[in-house]
């Protein structure tokens, strides 16, 4: 079974940058849609962005123009620039391979005021 495994996570002041990534344990060129998503204390994991195969990429509307996603063969990346207080949480990354959805065990992003 696919494994994909987070990593990048931190402490950071508000205001500052991080970059995620997330490793598959098999190439992933032809997996169609990836994504990120975050789940903060207390609430409900929401996604946060996508990236297709040709790297089309979309945002949640509270990173638009903050965050970046990517991707290669074998990793999805996410670069968090102008980091809020609200983007604290875990980020998970997860991929549909086949019908089922793997997730990644999630990596935790701290912003500090």
């Known amino acids: 079974q696919v494994r994909l495994v987070e990593s990048g996570g931190g402490l950071v002041q508000a205001g500052g940058s991080l970059r995620l990534s997330c490793a598959a344990s098999?190439?992933?060129?032809?997996?169609?849609?990836l994504a990120w998503y975050r789940q903060a204390p207390g609430k409900e994991r929401e996604w946060v962005a996508g990236v297709g195969l040709r790297n089309s990429a979309d945002y949640a509307d509270s990173v638009k123009g903050r965050f970046a996603i990517a991707r290669d063969n074998a990793r999805v990346y996410l670069q968090m620039n102008s980091l809020r207080l609200e983007d604290k949480g875990v980020y998970y990354c997860?991929?549909?391979?086949?019908?089922?959805?793997?997730w990644g065990q999630g990596t935790q992003v701290t912003v500090s005021s």
């Open positions: 997860s991929g549909k391979f086949g019908t089922v959805t793997i």
């Open positions: 098999r190439n992933i060129h032809s997996i169609n849609n």
